[in-house]
């Protein structure tokens, strides 16, 4: 076998594996395409996570589902401008329930107090106590 004749051979092959190699690319590409456009479902029986944060479309957090700082659990919601709106959490005691207006202050608050009854306040907007509902039964 003349070199002429193995460099021809090797050029053939050369032209074999780059045809196979371009043809991979080629379908690699289509399935990476058709993945990236299938129909996506979303339906699961549980999902298991630490925390879960929702943003809006300008992706400000607008809901969060986590653990308060006694790992008890929490749910906030908040507004476009990051103020708070409503907090639903848990602890020793119990549970609570506040509401806020539009600056984030506390208006409105439902909760359990040290001995495991329940208090309900509203504040004004300054701050200021409105009305205490507080049961003493029990202590």
């Not at 070199?3 to 289509?30: F, S």
């Not at 549980?46 to 809006?56: G, H, I, S, Y």
């Not at 495991?116 to 202590?139: D, Y």
Request: net charge negative.
């Amino acid at each position: 076998m003349t070199i002429e004749q193995r460099l021809e051979q090797l050029e053939q092959r050369n032209k074999r594996l780059t045809v196979a190699l371009t043809m991979m690319a080629v379908v690699i590409c289509a399935v990476v395409t058709m993945a990236a456009t299938g129909e996506k479902n979303g339906d699961f029986d549980m999902v298991r996570t630490k925390a879960l944060w929702v943003a809006n479309d300008a992706g400000d957090l607008i809901v969060g589902l986590s653990a308060n700082d006694g790992g008890d659990g929490l749910v906030i919601t908040y507004s476009a401008k990051g103020e708070d709106l409503v907090s639903l959490s848990s602890s020793p005691n119990g549970g609570g329930i506040q509401v806020y207006n539009k600056i984030g202050e506390e208006i409105a608050m439902m909760v359990a107090n040290e001995y495991g009854n329940g208090v309900v306040a509203t504040h004004s907007a300054k701050g200021k106590e409105l009305v205490v509902l507080n049961s003493t039964v029990g202590r």
